[in-house]
């Protein structure tokens, strides 16, 4: 009888625990839709036909099944940005790293295990620039009663900024790597899809966060503007940083922010007690050190207080404005990005590697290839064309994922795995660099074994001029210990670094002209893309890859590849 009782006891348990638990199934269709914006209709790759796309809703512990099929002539491929794909980096998305692409009139399902997050990621296109128009937002809620480390807040609302082209980025991107040069910048940045009142021909399309006085809203900022670090700020209101990279953070509170593209940085917005006879521009614009051109416009959307009686005309209100700082204004983002501390607390401890196995030096910048023979080209001088790199290796796609080859032990002609781990020719990184910019060009790869203890310090370069490069490393956070400017100096900088409550985060810019400094422990086996989230960067070449091996566990494997699997 004892044992029948306690059978059904463990039974109910078991129960209890995989109710905590959802699946939750999608259905993503990949769509032509046209969408105006300043007075310009083009067709617009998307997700169901919305722009932005739809929202991912999840809890942690849950699984999520997208069903994702492409019925547009491009090839295609999603990626859950930030979203930690324990062991099942198949359904990672990053094209030719993880996955063929999926072609016209083809299907993948993604399935994944949200373990261990909570907070604001997002997904989005990861081939070419579609993901200009293919993106969305993920809300991972907490699990089932447990709550946020803060204040409950009244409502919770979204801000997703992103960029408007009046022409076809994917032309943009393919004639700019045809001749070498930059690529035309974009024609606006946008707040959830709309461009606001500063552009021609958009005062309809203006988004509006409407508000109550004496209430606290936590609104869920993300960047998925293409190529621009964007700072933010509302106009006479202060907000509170609770969350980066839906890692919670040690809160503080600023009238202004940076958000790099790639990151999610959510907030704390207390309203004003009483009713304001005033409505507030919420504005952001891009931070920019670079020679290029780039798009120096500003995008606005608009808080509105409900007032009491629902009867004064806002046409009387005064509009506030809010100061943005100056668009170089380096100084103002180190300090900001410095602010950023994890609550390493028992609940949410910061695991930060005290003893390092391995040590990377990677130098991150722009670079150049020669002309093809015979061709005038548009890079920095009309014999070169543009390129990035990597410790000077600029990385070439190739025409197979390289995760298959990995798992089936057939890397040859595929990927090498010698990426260098420190510069081949050491110079004076934010110096005068050297009179030869050429990059190596290769798909060339770092072999990790499993739980690897890694700290890599990424080295901005001042080739072709100082610039900050937001790195976002799939499959894993990182804790982000030291950064500074100039270059780094192995023998002094260590000391300083913070390996108490450092932040963690997925995607983290090497400053203009500095370094920063990051750990992990390598416990997600599988291949690993590591890019600049500034697209121009990434189709120039800086990128690379991790290849971590299996551990001895059950659960320190690579899963077996899904039958749906995309052919190239």
């Keep these: 009888m004892a044992s029948a009782m306690l059978f059904s006891f463990l039974v109910v348990l078991l129960l209890l625990e995989n109710a905590a638990a959802e699946t939750r199934h999608y259905k993503f269709n990949i769509e032509y839709h046209n969408v105006t914006r300043l007075c310009h209709t083009r067709t617009v790759l998307t997700v169901n036909r919305k722009f932005p796309g739809p929202r991912l809703v999840a809890r942690e512990g849950d699984r999520v099944i997208v069903k994702v099929v492409n019925h547009i002539a491009n090839n295609v491929t999603l990626h859950w940005h930030g979203i930690r794909q324990l062991t099942s980096g198949w359904w990672d998305g990053p094209s030719y790293i993880t996955q063929c692409p999926i072609q016209t009139n083809q299907s993948f399902i993604y399935n994944f295990t949200i373990t261990g997050q909570r907070g604001t990621l997002w997904w989005h296109a990861h081939i070419s620039w579609l993901r200009i128009s293919v993106y969305g937002p993920i809300i991972i809620l907490p699990k089932r009663n447990e709550s946020y480390p803060f204040q409950k807040p009244h409502k919770e609302d979204i801000i997703m900024f992103g960029e408007w082209f009046n022409s076809d980025p994917e032309a943009i991107i393919s004639q700019a790597l045809q001749t070498g040069g930059g690529p035309n910048v974009s024609d606006a940045y946008t707040i959830n899809g709309l461009p606001g009142p500063l552009y021609n021909c958009s005062s309809k399309d203006t988004y509006k966060l409407k508000v109550k006085p004496g209430k606290t809203y936590l609104l869920r900022l993300i960047n998925a503007a293409l190529n621009d670090e964007l700072f933010f700020s509302i106009a006479n209101h202060t907000v509170t940083v609770?969350?980066?990279?839906?890692?919670?953070?040690?809160?503080?509170?600023?009238?202004?922010?940076?958000?790099?593209?790639?990151?999610?940085?959510?907030?704390?917005?207390?309203?004003?007690?009483?009713?304001?006879?005033?409505?507030?521009?919420?504005?952001?614009?891009?931070?920019?050190?670079?020679?290029?051109?780039?798009?120096?416009?500003?995008?606005?959307?608009?808080?509105?207080?409900?007032?009491?009686?629902?009867?004064?005309?806002?046409?009387?209100?005064?509009?506030?404005?809010?100061?943005?700082?100056?668009?170089?204004?380096?100084?103002?983002?180190?300090?900001?990005?410095?602010?950023?501390?994890?609550?390493?607390?028992?609940?949410?401890?910061?695991?930060?590697?005290?003893?390092v196995d391995k040590k990377f030096f990677f130098t991150v910048g722009l670079g150049t290839n020669p002309c093809p023979k015979n061709t005038t080209c548009q890079g920095p001088n009309n014999s070169s064309k543009f390129a990035a790199s990597v410790n000077n290796v600029s990385f070439l796609f190739p025409s197979v994922a390289m995760l298959q080859a990995h798992y089936f032990g057939q890397s040859n002609g595929v990927y090498t795995t010698d990426f260098p781990t420190q510069p081949l020719i050491p110079f004076n990184y934010t110096g005068t660099g050297p009179n030869n910019t050429n990059v190596m060009n290769g798909t060339r790869a770092v072999v990790?074994?499993?739980?690897?203890?890694?700290?890599?310090?990424?080295?901005?370069?001042?080739?072709?001029?100082?610039?900050?490069?937001?790195?976002?490393?799939?499959?894993?956070?990182?804790?982000?210990?030291?950064?500074?400017?100039?270059?780094?100096?192995?023998?002094?900088?260590?000391?300083?670094?913070?390996?108490?409550?450092?932040?963690?985060?997925?995607?983290?810019?090497?400053?203009?002209?500095?370094?920063?400094?990051?750990?992990?422990?390598?416990?997600?086996?599988?291949?690993?893309?590591?890019?600049?989230?500034?697209?121009?960067?990434?189709?120039?070449?800086?990128?690379?890859?991790?290849?971590?091996?299996?551990?001895?566990?059950?659960?320190?494997?690579?899963?077996?590849?899904?039958?749906?699997?995309?052919?190239?």
Aim: charged share 15%; hydrophobic share 40%.
């Design 448 to 568: 990790l074994k499993f739980n690897t203890s890694v700290e890599l310090v990424m080295q901005d370069t001042g080739i072709l001029g100082v610039e900050s490069h937001p790195l976002h490393l799939h499959g894993y956070n990182f804790f982000i210990v030291g950064q500074g400017f100039g270059n780094f100096d192995p023998n002094k900088d260590p000391a300083k670094f913070n390996l108490v409550d450092p932040m963690e985060r997925n995607t983290a810019s090497v400053p203009a002209g500095g370094w920063i400094a990051i750990r992990f422990f390598a416990d997600n086996p599988g291949v690993w893309f590591m890019h600049c989230h500034l697209d121009v960067h990434t189709s120039w070449g800086l990128r690379m890859a991790w290849i971590v091996l299996d551990g001895p566990g059950p659960n320190q494997k690579l899963q077996p590849p899904p039958s749906d699997l995309p052919k190239c």
């Design 242 to 355: 609770v969350e980066g990279d839906a890692i919670y953070t040690k809160p503080f509170e600023t009238d202004k922010l940076l958000i790099a593209p790639g990151q999610t940085t959510n907030v704390l917005l207390k309203t004003k007690p009483e009713f304001p006879s005033a409505s507030f521009l919420m504005a952001a614009r891009p931070y920019f050190t670079g020679q290029g051109t780039f798009d120096n416009s500003t995008v606005v959307g608009i808080l509105e207080y409900e007032h009491p009686s629902d009867q004064k005309s806002f046409k009387t209100l005064t509009l506030m404005q809010p100061t943005l700082p100056s668009i170089n204004a380096t100084g103002f983002v180190a300090n900001f990005t410095g602010k950023f501390r994890s609550l390493a607390n028992a609940k949410f401890p910061a695991n930060v590697p005290k003893m």
